[in-house]
């Protein structure tokens, strides 16, 4: 991870001196008050945060503090209206963040002409960042020659208690990954998948992880076979671990995340040229060819390392029927986790 921050630091200054002639928002010099703070609240792991952080201080002049959690805890803290209070949302899936859509400033990016159709700021307040596809992280060392190529394999009576899954009320990458499960599992109604999400919740064997880093660091350090994350977290320990990626056979759901400037912001044009910054050719080339993930822009080619969209078997969700439910579905799965696992206790 270290070499990887490295090389992504690197490339991203390279980028910039390449670059800085252009008289773009993206690039604009700040004058800012020797006081004044960019509060940013993120869920990203720190390796992917402190390059691009660092850049954009260097580019701006803007000083960036990072509150780091869990996309559910640091969306409470922001309606909360908590210390360090909030500039801006940097990351949480879009099926996480649209629900508390109400939290944010409108803004469009001086970037969304770039944007692909697909991840457009449709409301007016909730720019798309990355393009995350869910898989499940394979520790080789563990499963063996056991067969994982889904969401039925996790059924498996030899996986029973060596599954990481984190709360899906924290975990905005746990959640797309409920979603994700009863979509697919569901055949693409949600409703039906239950049945599967009760059976899976028993091979869980009472233990649901708190962050969503320990689940990409539990697999990847053996204490667990198989994990449910996100593509970027669980691709950085493909190179020196034993670890694969599983584009689940069942179909997978690839959601965007997002960067949104929260309303009432104090510091609105420091807030405006991190969104233009972040979502920018120079970052978004960076994000592609060291940080491991996938580019929102059309301008931008996806990692050479991971394997084409047209590869994986994409299925779809409806974001309104994701958005209206998400209430009742991290109900309905907690209470599923809590009887399942009473059951086994006793």
Same mark, same amino acid.
């Given at each position: 991870?270290?070499?990887?921050?490295?090389?992504?630091?690197?490339?991203?200054?390279?980028?910039?001196?390449?670059?800085?002639?252009?008289?773009?928002?993206?690039?604009?010099?700040?004058?800012?008050?020797?006081?004044?703070?960019?509060?940013?609240?993120?869920?990203?792991p720190l390796e992917f945060i402190n390059?691009?952080?660092?850049?954009?201080?260097?580019?701006?002049?803007?000083?960036?503090?990072?509150?780091?959690?869990?996309?559910?805890?640091?969306?409470?803290?922001?309606?909360?209206?908590?210390?360090?209070?909030?500039?801006?949302?940097?990351?949480?899936?879009?099926?996480?963040?649209?629900?508390?859509?109400?939290?944010?400033?409108?803004?469009?990016?001086?970037?969304?002409?770039?944007?692909?159709?697909?991840?457009?700021?449709? @409301?007016?307040?909730?720019?798309?960042? =990355?393009?995350?596809?869910?898989?499940? &992280? !394979?520790? *080789?060392? %563990?499963?063996?020659?056991?067969?994982?190529?889904?969401?039925?394999?996790?059924?498996?009576?030899?996986?029973?208690?060596?599954?990481?899954?984190c709360d899906p009320a924290t975990s905005?990458?746990?959640?797309?990954?409920?979603?994700?499960?009863?979509?697919?599992?569901?055949?693409?109604?949600?409703?039906?998948?239950?049945?599967?999400?009760?059976?899976?919740?028993?091979?869980?064997?009472?233990?649901?992880?708190?962050?969503?880093?320990?689940?990409?660091?539990?697999?990847?350090?053996?204490?667990?076979?198989?994990?449910?994350?996100?593509?970027?977290?669980?691709?950085?320990?493909?190179?020196?671990?034993?670890?694969?990626?599983?584009?689940?056979?069942?179909?997978?759901?690839?959601?965007?995340d997002v960067v949104c400037i929260m309303?009432?912001?104090?510091?609105?044009?420091?807030? @405006?040229?991190?969104?233009?910054?972040? =979502?920018?050719?120079?970052?978004?080339? &960076? !994000?592609? *060819?060291? %940080?491991?993930?996938?580019?929102?822009?059309?301008?931008?080619?996806?990692?050479?390392?991971?394997?084409?969209?047209?590869?994986?078997?994409?299925?779809?969700?409806?974001?309104?029927?994701?958005?209206?439910?998400?209430?009742?579905?991290?109900?309905?799965?907690?209470?599923?986790?809590?009887?399942?696992?009473?059951?086994?206790?006793?």
């Amino acid at each position: 991870m270290k070499k990887r921050w490295i090389i992504g630091l690197t490339a991203i200054f390279l980028i910039s001196g390449l670059t800085g002639c252009q008289k773009n928002k993206e690039n604009t010099e700040w004058k800012t008050d020797a006081d004044e703070v960019l509060v940013v609240y993120c869920p990203h792991p720190l390796e992917f945060i402190n390059p691009l952080v660092s850049e954009f201080e260097e580019r701006t002049g803007i000083r960036v503090q990072v509150q780091t959690g869990g996309t559910g805890q640091l969306l409470q803290m922001a309606e909360d209206g908590a210390e360090p209070k909030c500039d801006i949302l940097w990351g949480g899936s879009l099926s996480t963040s649209l629900p508390k859509k109400d939290l944010f400033e409108p803004y469009t990016s001086v970037n969304e002409d770039m944007i692909q159709d697909e991840f457009k700021n449709e @409301e007016g307040n909730m720019t798309r960042f =990355t393009d995350l596809p869910s898989v499940l &992280m !394979i520790n *080789t060392n %563990l499963t063996g020659d056991l067969s994982v190529e889904g969401y039925e394999d996790l059924l498996k009576p030899e996986l029973k208690g060596k599954i990481a899954m984190c709360d899906p009320a924290t975990s905005s990458s746990a959640y797309e990954h409920l979603i994700n499960m009863i979509y697919a599992m569901g055949k693409g109604e949600p409703e039906q998948g239950w049945d599967y999400t009760e059976a899976f919740c028993r091979n869980l064997d009472g233990i649901l992880l708190k962050g969503s880093s320990d689940v990409y660091q539990g697999v990847a350090e053996g204490r667990f076979a198989v994990g449910l994350t996100f593509e970027e977290a669980a691709s950085h320990y493909v190179a020196d671990w034993p670890v694969k990626l599983v584009y689940m056979k069942e179909g997978v759901v690839s959601k965007p995340d997002v960067v949104c400037i929260m309303k009432g912001t104090e510091h609105k044009e420091a807030a @405006e040229a991190f969104v233009d910054f972040v =979502t920018g050719k120079d970052a978004q080339t &960076m !994000i592609a *060819t060291t %940080l491991d993930r996938r580019s929102v822009r059309t301008d931008v080619s996806q990692p050479v390392y991971l394997p084409d969209k047209k590869e994986i078997h994409i299925i779809y969700d409806d974001k309104n029927v994701v958005r209206d439910n998400k209430s009742q579905w991290l109900s309905h799965f907690s209470r599923i986790f809590n009887e399942v696992s009473n059951d086994a206790a006793e």
